[in-house]
């Protein structure tokens, strides 16, 4: 599994040379290889684009905080595309996937290798803003304008300016963030303030050193 994983970080994705190339390495029948490519979604048997975005709409995300439903939405009407589906200048592969393990901080996406998670629609977009932002600092964008650019491809209805990608949007609606390449992205991790999974509203236990035998109670009742 560790060597599929590699093949596909060298290669884009799990091709079938990739698990023919993993088979032959460990001395195993390609049937072998392929029954495991085939059996765990992490593996794709398809291209994706740059930043691979994965939505989780099990129970959790679908009840906690917004729901995921409207994180769906917003991703589809942003991007212009359905689950399963890649923008035309082949930035983002968007994928509806089952649950990944973070629903106390629902709801959230996985992009790449980085969780994102207590999510709004505006905060969803501003994320994905910023990542088109960091694509195009870097030379990646494929064949998307630049931020004042007027192409509308994988920008959903807007265009320019005013499509956010200011540093001061990305800082307002996450509580992290880091500058590469002179585009401000949201830090991954909760984007609601919180710092793992701690109540956001504060402590509702412990409080207060609990009673034992370095601490007599004081309330009387002993």
């Known amino acids: 599994m560790p060597l599929l994983d590699l093949g596909q970080r060298q290669h884009g994705f799990t091709s079938i040379s990739v698990m023919n190339e993993v088979g ?4 195993m029948p390609p049937m072998r290889v392929y029954e495991v490519a085939t059996f765990y979604t992490m593996y794709n048997r398809d291209p ?14 679908q009840l906690g905080g917004c729901g995921s439903d409207a994180i769906m ?4 009407s942003h991007l212009g595309i359905h689950p399963g589906q890649t923008t035309a200048d082949g930035l983002f592969t968007f994928s509806e996937v089952e649950c990944l393990g973070a629903c106390v901080n629902a709801p959230m996406v996985q992009i790449n290798d ?24 870097t030379g990646a964008a494929g064949g998307t304008a630049g931020i004042g650019g007027k192409s509308t491809t994988g920008m959903g209805s807007m265009q320019g300016e005013k499509r956010g990608q200011e540093g001061a949007k990305v800082e307002e609606m996450a509580a992290r963030t880091y500058v590469a390449k002179g585009a401000t992205l949201p830090s991954p ?21 609990p009673w034992g035998n370095e601490k007599m109670r004081t309330d ?3």
């Open 24 to 27: 032959r390495l460990l001395g």
């Open 48 to 61: 994706v684009g740059r930043f691979h975005l994965q939505a989780c709409t099990t129970t959790p995300c």
């Open 73 to 76: 939405k917003a991703i589809e």
């Open 114 to 137: 980085d969780y994102y998670e207590d999510l709004t629609p505006e905060s969803t977009v501003t994320l994905l803003k910023a990542l088109q932002a960091s694509a195009e600092a």
């Open 189 to 209: 991790g909760p984007m609601s303030g919180r710092k793992t999974c701690e109540n956001s509203r504060g402590l509702t236990c412990l409080t207060e050193e």
């Open 220 to 222: 009387g009742a002993l």
